[in-house]
């Protein structure tokens, strides 16, 4: 068995306001060997985000599940499927309309890779011991509220990839929205008061049921007193696998 994943995205309350449609996307696909997982943040600003957000996590998804070697194929797949996303929107329409960012990792028997570009936190965690973590950090532009997409010229300078051992069976993929209250900061490192529970929980209920359970989590007020941006959470454990 791959691992298990249950993963939600909730619209923001500024978008709601607005009538806008939540820009955030997410998407996992079960591997030969493990798990694919993608989150996308379409930028609020960028009128078609949410369909830049949406076909960036598929097509990434899907150029990866397929894949059984990890390492240098890895970073050829998301470079061509990104490059893809970009000659698919930019014949829709002006590039910079479907801005967004990228929250990836996947999973294999010898380890994981992660990738990265622009703002949103991927956590790597040793379930047996919380206290040893890996972290993806968000990349923020110059100024403040502004971070990177796949849509912009120089895209590839800012695409990261991260090699992280084979302990980090347990991942926690999340859009900025959620990161301001499920990650902590300076340095970033899990929540454990949040993420420790949200795990145990998870992995002890149907996916149903956890599914349910990871939206109302999202869409309570205490997170919307903290953000109104969209709210999306990934969660992928191998552990049992």
Not at 20 to 35: H, M, N, S, Y
Not at 78 to 94: F, K, M
Not at 204 to 213: M, P, Y
Request: a negative charge.
């Amino acid at each position: 068995m791959a691992g298990r994943f249950l993963g939600s995205s909730v619209t923001g309350t500024s978008h709601l306001d607005k009538n806008i449609p939540c820009q955030d996307a997410w998407q996992v696909t079960e591997t030969a060997t493990g798990l694919v997982a993608c989150v996308s943040d379409g930028a609020g600003s960028a009128k078609h985000s949410h369909i830049g957000s949406r076909l960036l996590v598929d097509e990434v998804c899907q150029a990866l599940d397929q894949q059984v070697a990890l390492g240098e194929s890895t970073i050829k797949s998301v470079t061509a499927a990104i490059r893809n996303v970009r000659e698919t929107v930019s014949q829709q329409g002006e590039i910079a309309d479907y801005h967004a960012t990228l929250c990836g990792v996947v999973t294999g028997i010898e380890g994981s890779v992660v990738f990265h570009l622009g703002d949103g936190v991927i956590i790597g965690v040793n379930p047996d011991d919380w206290s040893d973590f890996i972290v993806s950090e968000p990349e923020n532009g110059e100024f403040a509220e502004t971070t990177y997409f796949f849509t912009l010229p120089d895209w590839q300078s800012h695409l990261r990839f991260i090699c992280a051992p084979k302990r980090y069976t347990l991942w926690f993929l999340m859009s900025d929205g959620a990161a301001s209250f499920a990650a902590l900061t300076n340095p970033y490192r899990p929540t454990e008061n949040f993420l420790l529970p949200i795990h145990n929980y998870l992995n002890s209920v149907d996916n149903a049921t956890g599914q349910q359970a990871l939206e109302n989590t999202l869409k309570d007020p205490r997170t919307n007193s903290i953000t109104s941006d969209d709210k999306t959470l990934v969660w992928l454990s191998s552990e049992n696998s």
